[in-house]
Nanobody, 120 residues
Framework: QVQLVQSGGGLVQPGGSLRLSCTVSGSTLDFFGVGWFRQAPGKEREEVLCSRDGNIYYPDSVKGRFAASRDGAKNTIYLQMSNLKPEDTAVYYC???????????????WGQGTQVTVSS
């Protein structure tokens, strides 16, 4: 059974950085595209990383501050977040689907979510 386990959230001051991890178990990361989402209280879920036209897409709200990387040996995808702002406060989720993590696609597997709070 495929599972996604997240780690790395927490409290950080504005301007700080955090790295979120999403580890795939029960299968091989190579089979999946992994996207990242976030949801703030009272707001709709927002995609913060996905694939569009073969390229990694970041919405303007995070462009230049968020970046993805992967470690195939650890079956793990990372979301590096820098220059964090209070408006980045949300629960962050990774999600996996076979093939590419295409923007606006449906995902088969979801991580448990991790809270990121940006506050002084």
């Amino acid at each position: 059974q495929v599972q996604l386990v997240q780690s790395g959230g927490g409290l950080v001051q504005p301007g700080g950085s955090l790295r979120l991890s999403c580890t795939v178990s029960g299968s091989t990361l190579d089979f999946f595209g992994v996207g990242w989402f976030r949801q703030a209280p009272g707001k709709e879920r927002e995609e913060v990383l996905c694939s569009r036209d073969g390229n990694i897409y970041y919405p303007d709200s995070v462009k230049g501050r968020f970046a993805a990387s992967r470690d195939g040996a650890k079956n793990t995808i990372y979301l590096q977040m820098s220059n964090l702002k209070p408006e980045d406060t949300a629960v962050y989720y990774c999600a996996a689907r076979p093939g590419l993590a295409v923007c606006s696609a449906s995902y088969n597997f979801w991580g448990q979510g991790t809270q990121v709070t940006v506050s002084s």
